[in-house]
């Protein structure tokens, strides 16, 4: 089993950048596919971004491709979600997920995902 946990949230401008983290515990990161996923209040929750173990592979949602890069170290079993140019449409919690998998395998639906973090809230000020 694995523990995630968010950090890097905040209260930004529009325009703005944040990068978001995604701490693993207990497990080898490297051996799980990671993915962000965002919920807005009274919307279903929404994929954003994901990685394979590896880093080789990166899938981004319509909504955030070109503003968005996802990022991981393995070695400080760390994924990264770096976002730029914000809009307040962006706002959310933002919660990272972990699937354990093969090299070059990637998700982008929440049912695939295993473990779950508890969140941390971007806002974004227009």
């Known amino acids: 089993q694995v523990q995630l946990v968010e950090s890097g949230g905040g209260l930004v401008q529009a325009g703005g950048s944040l990068r978001l983290s995604c701490a693993a515990s207990?497990?080898?990161?490297?051996?799980?596919?990671m993915g962000w996923f965002r919920q807005a209040p009274g919307k279903e929750r929404e994929f954003v971004a994901a990685?394979?173990?590896?880093?080789?592979?990166?899938y981004y949602s319509d909504s955030v491709k070109g503003r968005v890069t996802i990022s991981r170290d393995n070695a400080k079993n760390t994924v990264y979600l770096q976002m730029n140019n914000l809009k307040p449409e962006d706002t959310a919690l933002y919660s990272c997920?972990?699937?354990?998998?093969?090299?070059?395998?990637?998700?982008?639906?929440?049912?695939?995902?295993?473990?779950w973090g508890q969140g941390t809230q971007v806002t974004v000020s227009s």
């Open positions: 207990g497990r080898t990161a490297s051996n799980y596919a």
């Open positions: 997920a972990a699937k354990p998998t093969n090299y070059g395998n990637i998700y982008g639906r929440a049912g695939e995902y295993d473990y």
């Open positions: 990685i394979s173990r590896d880093g080789t592979y990166t």
